[in-house]
């Protein structure tokens, strides 16, 4: 009797998961209509080459019916401190990230600006600090990505 409860249980709660009503926040990259074009990339070289991964695989020159941004993007990348033990050592830093936009598209441009930040503690082993920095910047770089696509989408 226990065995046929559980499995009913389990069973119904398949159904209804199955069942949720979940659809995707934005089309996948193929059903996109549009194409991205990086022109020009300039601030912090590292942001700027994982924004650019991130936005390479939105380039699609095969279709010539759809739109196709020219984006050219400037980025100001900061680490300032915001907390200090009793010595004056940090302890706590703010990362921000800042990208201009200008996207061009048909001859129109529109400019927007793009912004993020993340309040990071400060790690003992300073390789161990530099990596999870740049884990961070490769989080800045999806976040950001994922906001320019929906700002795209609304164009």
């Known amino acids: 009797m226990f065995k046929f409860k559980t499995i009913s249980i389990l069973l119904t709660f398949l159904i209804l998961?199955?069942?949720c009503g979940y659809t995707a926040q934005y089309a996948k990259k193929k059903d996109l209509d549009f194409s991205i074009q990086i022109t020009n990339l300039s601030g912090d070289r590292d942001f700027n080459n994982l924004l650019q991964s991130e936005l390479n695989r939105y380039f699609d020159k095969t279709k010539?019916?759809?739109k196709n941004f020219k984006i050219s993007a400037a980025s100001k990348?900061?680490?300032n401190t915001t907390l200090k033990d009793s010595s004056g050592a940090p302890s706590e830093y703010e990362l921000k990230i800042t990208v201009n936009f200008e996207i061009n598209v048909n001859g129109t441009t529109k400019n927007i600006t793009l912004k993020d930040k993340f309040n990071m503690k400060k790690i003992d082993d300073s390789f161990e600090e530099s990596k999870y920095e740049k884990t961070i910047k490769?989080?800045?770089a999806e976040i950001?990505?994922?906001?320019?696509i929906f700002y795209l989408l609304r164009m």
Request: zero cysteines.
């Open 144 to 148: 950001i990505k994922e906001e320019l």
């Open 138 to 140: 490769s989080n800045f």
């Open 17 to 19: 998961l199955s069942h």
């Open 64 to 66: 010539a019916e759809i």
């Open 77 to 79: 990348y900061e680490k």
